[in-house]
């Protein structure tokens, strides 16, 4: 038989009302590691956060093709030509639509011209290093407005048509192949701003290179 124990020669004995305090310890036991474990997780995503910021400091500010599956020859090729050094009125935009120039028409061509200008022939020229480079398809489209004119085109669709394919013509003696182009012209049919201005009416006379991505190439 063993010996009992008497009740106050055992210190750690607990009275029976007492038990309760095994489960309130069991308790704030499992809370401490459960506590303890969400921890552990957040601090896991503030590293893969960390790492996901990291990976997205080589794109262009505002890249539109981060998350589009688009090409990442479309995302260097829009930080690149943003690098360069380009008259005021040469404008680059990146976009769902692709990555696009705009040449207005104080740099391209004068009022009626479709002559291409100094201005404009030295910007294509520091381009064509990254134009060249691509394989993807280039929409070159004209636009005028009300106001500009020319003897020999006598509408404004064909004016515009005509100083698209000036520019195309150029970009065919770069080597470019004609296969990856496509000219189009609108005419006054699509102004950036409402013509009430000489400064506006300015704008709105351009040319634009639309560098296509892979999904639109033709």
């Known amino acids: 038989m063993g010996q009992l124990i008497d009740e106050e020669e055992c210190e750690v004995c607990v009275p029976f009302d007492q038990e309760w305090i095994f489960t309130y310890g069991d308790l704030v036991t499992l809370l401490l590691c459960f506590f303890i474990l969400l921890f552990s997780m957040c601090r896991t995503d503030v590293e893969k956060s960390k790492q996901i910021s990291e990976s997205l400091k080589s794109m262009p500010p505002g890249s539109p093709f981060i998350f589009s599956g688009q090409s990442s020859n479309l995302d260097k090729a829009s930080k690149e030509l943003q690098q360069l050094e380009m008259p005021d ?61 020319n003897q020999k085109y006598p509408s404004n669709w064909e004016l515009s048509v005509a100083r698209a394919s000036v520019i195309a013509a150029f970009l065919e003696s770069k080597l470019i192949p004609i296969k990856r182009m496509q000219v189009a012209g609108y005419g006054d049919t699509r102004p950036r701003f409402f013509p009430d201005t000489a400064y506006k009416r300015n704008l709105n006379r351009r040319v634009q290179i639309l560098l296509l991505p892979e999904d639109k190439d033709r």
């Not at 009626?112 to 294509?124: C, F, M, N, Q």
């Open 89 to 149: 009125d040469v404008k680059v935009n990146a976009s769902k639509s692709g990555v696009e120039v705009s040449f207005s028409k104080t740099v391209a061509f004068d009022q009626g011209s479709i002559e291409l200008k100094d201005k404009a022939i030295k910007a294509l020229n520091k381009m064509m290093p990254i134009i060249g480079q691509l394989q993807n398809n280039i929409e070159i489209s004209g636009h005028t407005d009300e106001s500009d004119s």
